[in-house]
């Protein structure tokens, strides 16, 4: 029994950084893809020059990255030190609030089943090392998970070079076409599918309708791309 618990904790904790590093690239391949895009579009509604297109571009993928990265990196930390003040809370009642604690975990282990004698028992034996009586309280009562110290660092690289690429999609036809609505055409088309296909291995492992996510994140980046054109050329007339 030790033996396989030992085993499964290696790969759950593989597991939840797995899920924290593709919930980073969703979250910056998303707006990477569309942001930029509706950039390129609404600057292609005002002006010839790919040039100055080009320039804009780079600018908004360049702020849009590190301004997404620091937002992942604050959401790191603010996470970390909400852990460590809930840890050192834990420690202060282990110490000083010791009866209530000790409820406490006795109702936990009653809500899952154990008849009183275990309940005891159970008590007992985890209230004699206080690290692990913390580290239980911790998961179980407040269902806090210790975050990797370099979580924010990671997050904000993922984030950030996720931004980066998916800038870059909408803005590449504009780097070889000199005229800004041959380009265009073509950015809306490679722009499109590679929103398709993002929003559909989005929405499989979010566990959605592939399909119906894949047309929902196409459709929000159109309309973003749209929307913009149409203000440019509203604008210029």
């Not at 390129?40 to 600018?59: E, K």
């Not at 604050?74 to 460590?84: R, S, V």
Request: charged letters at 20%.
């Amino acid at each position: 029994m030790d033996t396989h618990l030992h085993h499964d904790l290696p790969h759950n904790e593989e597991h939840l950084k797995s899920s924290d590093m593709l919930r980073d690239i969703v979250i910056g391949m998303s707006d990477g893809l569309t942001v930029p895009f509706a950039l390129a579009a609404g600057l292609s509604g005002a002006v010839s020059s790919t040039n100055i297109i080009i320039i804009a571009g780079i600018a908004e993928v360049a702020a849009g990255s590190i301004a997404m990265g620091l937002g992942g990196y604050l959401a790191g930390k603010t996470e970390q030190d909400h852990y460590y003040s809930e840890e050192k809370r834990e420690y202060y009642e282990v110490e000083h609030l010791r009866h209530r604690e000790i409820e406490e975990t006795k109702e936990f282990f009653a809500n899952i089943g154990l008849s009183k004698e275990l309940q005891e028992k159970a008590t007992e034996e985890i209230a004699k090392d206080k690290k692990q009586w913390v580290d239980f309280m911790m998961k179980y009562e407040l269902g806090l998970e210790k975050p990797d110290p370099k979580r924010a660092t990671k997050s904000a690289l993922n984030i950030g070079l996720s931004y980066v690429v998916g800038g870059l999609v909408p803005l590449s036809p504009y780097f070889f076409l000199s005229s800004s609505t041959d380009a265009l055409k073509v950015s809306v088309i490679v722009t499109l599918v590679c929103l398709f296909i993002f929003g559909y291995f989005k929405s499989k492992i979010t566990g959605i309708n592939p399909w119906a996510g894949a047309f929902r994140v196409m459709m929000i980046g159109a309309a973003a791309a749209g929307a913009a054109f149409g203000v440019a050329k509203l604008l210029e007339g």
